[in-house]
Structures are given as structure tokens and as C-alpha cells.
T-cell receptor, first 114, second 114 residues
Framework: ETGVTQSPTHLIKTRGQQVTLRCSSQ?????VSWYQQALGQGPQFIFQ???????GRGNFPPRFSGLQFPNYSSELNVNALELDDSALYLC?????????????FGPGTRLTVL | AQSVTQLDSQVPVFEEAPVELRCNYS??????LFWYVQYPNQGLQLLLK??????LVKGINGFEAEFNKSQTSFHLRKPSVHISDTAEYFC????????????FGKGTTLSVSS
């Protein structure tokens, strides 16, 4: 069983640029959530996708957007990058079945904005 | 607003000593509680969860936690730590059993020395 994978592992961008981060879900999972983890902080929920539709969003501006594909992989896009966007971006996949929806996290993509 | 507070940012402890990592949450509704561990340069791994039932929850690697509704706490404990337990620990809450939109605390760094 393949776990959650993310690419790239590291990325350096400059302020104002756009970035796309990718996530492959664990086999059998139909839901993907994205989190931003700033240095020294806990992860913060950005949004979740279920069956290719946004299924909840945290307190992030519209320049943070996402996609989920038919194979349940996902992208996180960030436009007009700001210095404060520098963080570890975590993807988590899960399967909405039954009463509980454990999220399995990938290793993250570390984004540095200069 | 719902929130999670981890009362200690750093906990240094000697090998084979007991440890308690404290977590309090703020919520006016029922919550579901989690502890995650993050090793350097890795994603989050679920240690244990409380959904319902017994307030004492046992997890992986010898960790356990106790849900105390009256004190709105979910402290993590281990009777005897190992060097390999050195990591960042995050307490998280969810307000639905589906586990959508986890809200994390800022984390506690557990440092185990010999």
C-alpha cells in the first residue's frame, strides 16, 4: 500500500510568483486536506477536497486554491506569493466512510519565499 | 471560537523517566481529540485518538491519554520514555467525526536525553 506522497520536497520562489504543489493520495482514499505549517507553529487547515469539490475551507485568502483530480490526487496553488507564505505544506488523505475519517499525512513540501 | 492550547512548548526529560504533555481545548460543542507526532523532516503520524467511550485512550509506542471533559483537557502520558521519542508532539481537535478541519495546538518539543 503506497502512502501519501508530495512533490516537490523543497521549493524556492520569489515574492509575487505563483506556485503549484502536488499530492498523491493513499490508495483507496477519496478525500484530500491541505495544511500550512509555519516554522514553530502547528499546522493550519487550508481546505479539503472530496470527490473533486471543495468540502470546507479555513481562514485563507482566495489566492490559495486547489484541485482534486478523478484519481483523487490534488494540487494546491498559491498566487501572488508573500514572504509569510514560507512554510511546510502538508497534504493529508482520508476516506469518508463510516463514522471516522483518519487523515494520513504526507512528508510535506517546504516552500521558501524570498 | 474553538482553540487548542499546548501548555508547554518544550519538555526536556531523561531516558526512562515518565512524561506528560499537556493539552487543553476550548469548545462549546462535542469534540474529537487527537495526538500526532512529527519527527524531523517528516509528516504527522497519529499516536492516538478519542472519539467516544472510555476516557483513557491507549495509542502506539506506549503512549496513552486521558480525556477530561470537566477540565477540557487531553494530556498525553508515557511511563518511560526512550531517546527515540524525541520529536514534536501536536494535540488536535475536530468538531465532527469525519475528522474534517483538524485544529492543532502549537506543539510541544519533547527532548529525551541519556
Amino acid at each position: 500500500e503506497t502512502g501519501v506522497t508530495q512533490s516537490p520536497t523543497h521549493l524556492i520562489k520569489t515574492r509575487g510568483q505563483q506556485v503549484t504543489l502536488r499530492c498523491s493520495s493513499q490508495s483507496g482514499h477519496n478525500t484530500v486536506s491541505w495544511y500550512q505549517q509555519a516554522l514553530g507553529q502547528g499546522p493550519q487547515f487550508i481546505f479539503q477536497y472530496y470527490r473533486e469539490e471543495e468540502n470546507g475551507r479555513g481562514n485563507f485568502p482566495p489566492r490559495f486554491s486547489g484541485l482534486q483530480f478523478p484519481n483523487y490526487s490534488s494540487e494546491l496553488n498559491v498566487n501572488a506569493l508573500e514572504l509569510d507564505d514560507s512554510a511546510l505544506y502538508l497534504c493529508a488523505s482520508s476516506s469518508i466512510t463510516g463514522n471516522y475519517n483518519e487523515q494520513f499525512f504526507g512528508p510535506g513540501t517546504r516552500l521558501t519565499v524570498l | 471560537a474553538q482553540s487548542v492550547t499546548q501548555l508547554d512548548s518544550q519538555v526536556p526529560v531523561f531516558e526512562e523517566a515518565p512524561v506528560e504533555l499537556r493539552c487543553n481545548y476550548s469548545s462549546s460543542v462535542s469534540v474529537y481529540l487527537f495526538w500526532y507526532v512529527q519527527y524531523p523532516n517528516q509528516g504527522l503520524q497519529l499516536l492516538l485518538k478519542y472519539l467516544s467511550g472510555s476516557t483513557l485512550v491507549k495509542g502506539i509506542n506506549g503512549f496513552e491519554a486521558e480525556f477530561n471533559k470537566s477540565q477540557t483537557s487531553f494530556h498525553l502520558r508515557k511511563p518511560s520514555v526512550h531517546i527515540s521519542d524525541t520529536a514534536e508532539y501536536f494535540c488536535a481537535v475536530s468538531f465532527n467525526q469525519a475528522g474534517t478541519a483538524l485544529i492543532f495546538g502549537k506543539g510541544t518539543t519533547l527532548s529525551v536525553s541519556s
